[in-house]
């Protein structure tokens, strides 16, 4: 397997979040990023840094106005007085205040919808880095049938306009962007992430030429709450270019799988010509913030089935969180993926 990365991955390493009631270590800590890395490069995939595409492929997704406030928010940082090694904000603009402000602080929750993305002094780069590595592992792809992209931040939560949910740019839609303009045809995105890819889906909800499915977990009390329910096909052009298959808490490999195949048939009747998926490994059972009690040999059964669904598919790196399961889990799930090519 190919994977592609980027070492500025290790370049925005948050330090706290704010998590029911209670400020915490933040889950998406900068070695997330080392340790698949190292844990790809030992089971021997080959390792290759993402070269920079430019903004191109980011701007084909997301809004300017998001993309010029993080590459040049830590510039602005002296604009905060008493600001520390993090820039966040606790005010977010709402659908009946949403005026877009000058200030700082205010243009912060303008396009923010947590505080779970402070920006530190090497965030830009990192983001950055993260989505060349999308870029790179779709051009890969498009050369050899497959790669993986080793993306850290992840992606899935962030909306054209909106970062969240620990994601700044959406890696994952820069992918699936770069293959649909690449191949001139449709693309599929698979997202099996704990977590509903709700700024995938609000990225292509109007639009016929990407379908959006995921799995995960029932969004009524579980993040992102306010979307990701099965009643949310799309809208206007794209109105039933989107799925969702949310699945109770504690679901196990059973549950997942049959979910999966569900997704993938799905995949298979809109016909794509190429496939995203977007690879998060926190419905682990060991996973510090998961919901599910998927296995590793649940990754490994997973990677078969996707596999064997698209001989142009690209693997973008979401969620997972540190525990001992997690490198497991990918190499499991890359090896198992390139033995059933
Ligand atoms: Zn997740």
């Not at 899935?156 to 700044?168: I, N, R």
């Not at 990407?210 to 809208?235: I, K, M, Q, R």
């Not at 298959?245 to 059973?254: E, M, R, V």
């Not at 010509?273 to 059964?301: C, M, N, W």
Request: with cysteine; aromatic share 8%; hydrophobic share 40%.
């Amino acid at each position: 397997m190919i994977v592609v990365h980027s070492p500025a991955s290790s370049r925005h390493d948050p330090d706290t979040y704010f998590r029911r009631g209670r400020t915490v270590a933040h889950p998406e800590q900068a070695t997330r990023y080392p340790i698949l890395r190292d844990a790809a490069a030992a089971a021997g995939h080959r390792l290759v840094e993402a070269a920079d595409a430019g903004p191109e492929p980011i701007l084909a997704v997301h809004d300017a106005g998001l993309v010029e406030l993080l590459s040049g928010i830590w510039a602005r940082r002296d604009e905060l007085p008493e600001i520390g090694e993090e820039i966040l904000t606790g005010h977010f603009a709402r659908p009946q205040m949403s005026r877009r402000p000058e200030g700082l602080l205010g243009r912060l929750g303008y396009y923010m919808a947590d505080t779970s993305t402070p920006v530190r002094a090497g965030t830009w780069e990192a983001v950055h880095g993260s989505a060349q590595a999308a870029v790179g592992a779709a051009d890969a792809a498009l050369a050899s049938g497959h790669a993986y992209a080793l993306c850290r931040p992840p992606g899935h939560h962030a909306y054209a306009d909106s970062t969240g949910g620990f994601c700044f740019l959406n890696n994952t839609a820069i992918a699936a962007e770069r293959l649909r303009a690449a191949t001139g045809g449709r693309v599929a995105v698979l997202d099996i992430d704990v977590h509903h890819g709700n700024g995938t889906q609000g990225i292509f909800y109007r639009r016929a030429d990407v379908l959006t499915v995921s799995v995960h977990a029932d969004p009524s009390n579980y993040f992102p709450f306010y979307t990701g329910y099965a009643d949310e096909t799309g809208d206007g052009e794209g109105s039933g270019a989107n799925r969702n298959i949310p699945l109770p808490q504690g679901s196990g490999d059973a549950a997942w799988l049959a979910a999966i195949s569900e997704g993938l048939s799905t995949v298979a009747e809109f016909g794509p010509s190429a496939l995203v998926v977007a690879l998060g490994f926190d419905a682990s059972e060991h996973d510090p913030i998961g919901a599910f009690k998927v296995t590793t040999e649940g990754f490994a059964r997973a990677a078969r089935l996707i596999a064997a669904a698209h001989p142009l598919t690209v693997l973008v790196q979401e969620g997972g969180y540190l525990c001992e399961a997690l490198p497991q889990n990918l190499v499991a799930f890359l090896g198992a993926f390139e033995a059933s090519r």
